[in-house]
């Protein structure tokens, strides 16, 4: 071991070497400990500095303003700044329209105590009531909704048919999907009666003057019921259902006299006919429509309505009031009380409102932050929220708890059966209470806590091009429910429900994807391929899995003239036969066929749609291709919806149909 002395530690001409830290001089841990010390005297002043700031609040000069409030309540919502000025004495015309109001609210408040003190018979049920729903052709969820209710109901009445002429004429509403819901419902439910619903809606109004001059004409009105009563014994349905509405005054007495003639048709054939009128309008004459029917539908809701000032739908007091009524006019055997599930939107200071689903206003509550209560006075639910204008919009809706409060109204009048406007726009949790005939208590209000969307979609931006980017989720509501008189007087959303998030992709304005189905084929896409090359333009093809297998130099050609491809295991009707491991199966086989660069990964399914320029765009566009979405989702496949079949149009044509096609896209 060599030392300091040793040669190896020494160079010639040098001292040994030195340590690093070795001081001579002796200078450097006073400068140390000085530095320390003037570092530590500023960071203690800084801290007891910053401890004075927190604890001694400054004394600022007094600007005499008047206090206000700047807590923001609803959405995006913050009250008016006070005004600095002296409030005005209120003038005669002011002080009664004051006193009016005050003496209103007070009405209201009184007859829901007169309501909730009078003995409901929550537990009388005795005859059992029919239990009604009505179907729609324009909203795949009321299918939906009829699939997952078919047991609880005894009737159902379709909206079917039209009043589509002056003279009588009666036009059916898609009869093929109306084929298609009644063989399911054969299928399952034999023993279902089926009452076609018969109105004079033309798609965008109630048709008022037209109905009057068909009413008005003896020849127009029997040409009338003799189709509806074809149309019944030609489907072996169990009657009719009148909905006439928007009648001018001076119809009425022919709307009486149609009623009857309809009705001495419809009963020796043992045939029904039920008329579906509001619940309290003087235009009608309650006593002579139920002596020519077997029920009358009384619509109790539209207390205040869409073109109307905002207010609840179908307060409770409002509710029981036009029942009581009714059961002086109408035989408790021939009512029928039909409830809302649905809410309006109207823009604050407007007399319009936009018809919403439930399952639509809920969303509306969560993506605005609108807090939705249950409004003391009319028992019906409530918000506020402000759009993306920041104007302010009030919304009143129906649920599963006006529901519940309403059946417990009914039973104490004992009708014929209760409907429910309409199945697809309902809350979901009605269903606990809807055709359930057990007493209306606390353990059947709890539960209708749990809240969650069984039939729609929510669907995120533009295209076809479609993925499923969240999951459906259960929501959660507080209720309070009164024993004594088997009401719920309180409910508050503790946590929104979620349906499946569907986002769109690729949507573009003034642009088209030009696509070919089911190829390639030996014959035809070699032709589409030259077209497309002399135009220049490229397209996307779906592949078969077997053609794609069976033509390899087509894909290779399709690459080459840089097209694009997608997969597709087999053609869609096989496809949708199959069971789910199944369908699994073949969707993903293609995928490893053949390169990533041939063709894209993505499962393609479409849905030929109709073309309806007056339909408002709702939610559940697109269940039908609901569960090839659900499953191609897991494994990054997208899903192909197309919105147009061109098919015959393209066959149409005067030229080679490939060549107009192409041209037309471009």
Known sequence: MSSLNDPLTMEEGHSPLAPVFFDPSRKRWPRLRLGLTVFGL???LLLGALILSILV??????????????????????????????????????????????????????????????????????????TIGFFVNWDDASMSSLKENLGSLDMIIPEWLHLDGEDGTIREDDPNRADQATQYIRARRSDLRIMPLVNNWNGKEWEGDKLGRMLANPTARAHAIAQLVAYVERHEFAGVSVDFENIP????????????????????????????????????????????????????????????????????????????????????QKMIVAIGNYGYDWLKGSHHAEEMTFEEAVLTAQESEGNIRLDPVSLNPTFEYADDDDHIHQVWLLDAVTAFNQLVVTRSIQPAGVALWRLGGEDPSLWQVFGKHEPLDARWATRLEEVHFAYGLDYEGRGEILRITAQPHSGKRAIEFDPKRHLITAERFTAFPSPYVITRQGGQDRKVALTFDDGPDPRYTTQILDTLRQLGVRATFFIIGVNGELHPELLRREVRKGMKSAAIPLPIPILRSFRPLSFNWNCRRPSGCWPAR?????????????????????????????PAIRVTSPWACRSIQTTGNVLAWMKSCGVPWRRRYVAKAT
């Open 249 to 332: 005054a001076k119809a009425h007495p022919n709307f009486r006299r149609f009623i009857a003639e309809l009705y001495a048709v419809l009963q020796p054939k043992n045939l029904q006919l039920s008329i579906n009128v509001p619940a309290s309008d003087p235009a009608f004459d309650y006593r002579a429509l139920a002596r020519t029917a077997d029920y009358l539908i009384l619509m109790a809701y539209d207390e205040h309505w869409s073109t109307g000032t905002p207010g609840p739908i179908a307060s409770l007091p409002w509710f029981a009031k036009v029942l009581r009524q009714r059961q002086h006019d109408v035989p408790a």
């Open 57 to 130: 609040s400054p004394m600022l000069p007094a600007l005499n303003l008047p206090s206000a409030s700047i807590v923001p309540h609803g959405a995006h919502m913050a009250p008016p700044p006070p005004s600095l000025s002296l409030p005005h004495a209120l003038t005669r015309r002011e002080r009664a329209l004051r006193d009016t109001k005050d003496k209103l609210a007070r009405e209201r408040e009184r007859a829901l105590r007169h309501l909730l003190l009078q003995p409901q018979q929550a537990n009388a049920v005795p005859n059992r009531p029919l």
């Open 42 to 44: 500023v960071l203690s």
């Open 598 to 626: 041939w063709v894209a990964r993505p499962c393609c399914f479409d849905r030929h749609t109709r073309w309806m320029p007056n339909r408002k765009p709702s939610i559940r566009y697109g269940l039908s291709n609901w």
